[in-house]
C-alpha cells in the first residue's frame, strides 16, 4: 500500500514539473507585445477665438501702453530697479525709463525737484503727484533756441504746467472739471483743459497745442507719471508778454495871454506879447499912452492960441 502512495506522488510530482517546463518555454518563445499607448486630447488651439455675438472687445487706445516702463511690486512699492531709500526719487525712476534726460536736466538747474519730492512726502489722504513727462525727443521739436530764452522763473512755470497737485490714475482723467488747474497756477494764460475717450484715451489742450498720453511711466498709489508726445506749452510762454499800462498824455499847453481872454483882462495880471494885432496891452503901457495923449493935447492947444495972439 505504501509502495503504491509513493508511485503515485511521485507521478504527480514528475507531472508538475513537466507542466512547468512546459508553460515557461512556451513564454520564451511568445513574440514581445509592444506596451500599450493612450492617445493624449489635443492641444487647446493658440489662436483667440472671435468674440461672442453681442460682445465688443475694449482696446486700449492706438500709441497707449498701459504696462509701466519702470513696474513696481503689487504693494505699490518701488521695484527692486529704483535704489533703495526714504521716499520714492522721481529723478530715479526717470532715469530707469531712459527717455527723459531732458526733463531731468530741467528739473535739476530749476531745483524744483526739490520741492517735488518734498510734496510725496508731505502728501496724504487723496494727495499726491500726477506728472506728464515729454520725451527728448519731444523736446527737439521745440524753435530753436526756445529753452534758452526762457528765464529761470519761466523754467519753473514750464514744469510746474506739467504738474498736478493729486494722484490721477489713468482711469480716473475723466473726474477732472476743465481747466484742470496745474501747479503753475489758475491764470488765464496757464488752462489746461483734458478730454478722455472711452475711458483708455486721454488728450490735453494748453491753447497753444494739442496733445495725448501715449503710455505709463510710473505709477503706485502717490505717484503717477504718465508720458505724452509733445511739450505741454501754456499761453504764458507763447503769446506777447502784456503790455503795461498807458501812461496819461502830458496835458496841452494853456492858451497865450492876450487872446480874447476875459480873465486876463480882468486881473489885469496877462502878459505883453510881440502881436499887437488885436491883443490887450499891458496895464502900465495903456496908462503911459494915456499921459502922452494929455500932453500932446496940451501943447497943441498953446499952439493954437499962440497963433492966435500973434
Not at 520741492?115 to 519731444?138: C, H, K, R, W, Y
Not at 497745442?209 to 509733445?230: C, E, F, H, R, W
Amino acid at each position: 500500500m505504501n509502495n503504491i502512495m509513493q508511485q503515485s506522488l511521485i507521478s504527480t510530482l514528475f507531472l508538475l514539473a513537466i507542466t512547468f517546463y512546459t508553460t515557461t518555454s512556451l513564454a520564451q518563445l511568445s513574440p514581445i507585445q509592444p506596451p500599450t499607448t493612450t492617445s493624449s486630447p489635443p492641444l487647446p488651439s493658440t489662436t483667440a477665438s472671435p468674440p461672442l455675438p453681442g460682445t465688443t472687445a475694449t482696446a486700449p487706445s492706438p500709441g497707449l501702453n498701459t504696462v509701466p516702463l519702470v513696474p513696481t511690486t503689487p504693494t505699490g512699492a518701488p521695484s527692486p530697479l529704483i535704489p533703495k531709500g526714504p521716499t520714492i526719487d522721481i529723478i530715479s525712476i526717470l532715469q530707469k525709463a531712459k527717455r527723459f534726460s531732458v526733463l531731468i536736466r530741467l528739473l535739476k538747474t530749476t531745483q524744483l525737484i526739490n520741492q517735488l519730492n518734498s510734496q510725496l512726502v508731505s502728501s496724504s489722504g487723496s494727495g499726491g503727484l500726477t506728472i506728464f513727462a515729454p520725451e527728448d525727443s519731444d523736446f527737439s521739436k521745440l524753435r530753436a533756441g526756445f529753452l534758452n530764452s526762457l528765464s529761470d522763473r519761466q523754467k519753473v512755470e514750464l514744469l510746474q504746467f506739467h504738474t498736478l497737485a493729486s494722484f490721477i490714475s489713468i482711469s480716473n482723467f475723466d473726474t477732472l472739471t476743465n481747466p484742470v488747474q496745474t501747479q503753475a497756477g489758475d491764470d488765464a494764460r496757464l488752462q489746461l483743459n483734458v478730454t478722455t475717450y472711452g475711458g483708455n484715451q486721454v488728450s490735453m489742450a494748453t491753447g497753444a497745442v494739442n496733445a495725448s498720453v501715449t503710455g505709463t511711466v510710473y505709477t503706485d498709489s502717490k505717484l503717477a507719471i504718465y508720458q505724452v508726445d509733445k511739450v505741454l506749452l501754456p499761453l504764458d510762454l507763447v503769446l506777447p508778454a502784456k503790455a503795461p499800462a498807458l501812461a496819461p498824455a502830458p496835458g496841452k499847453g494853456l492858451p497865450k495871454a492876450g487872446k480874447t481872454n476875459s480873465s486876463a483882462v480882468d486881473d489885469g495880471s496877462s502878459t505883453g506879447s510881440d502881436d499887437s494885432d488885436g491883443k490887450v496891452l499891458p496895464t502900465e503901457a495903456s496908462k503911459a499912452g494915456a499921459v502922452v495923449m494929455c500932453v500932446n493935447v496940451v501943447v497943441l492947444g498953446m499952439a493954437l492960441v499962440g497963433g492966435v495972439v500973434l
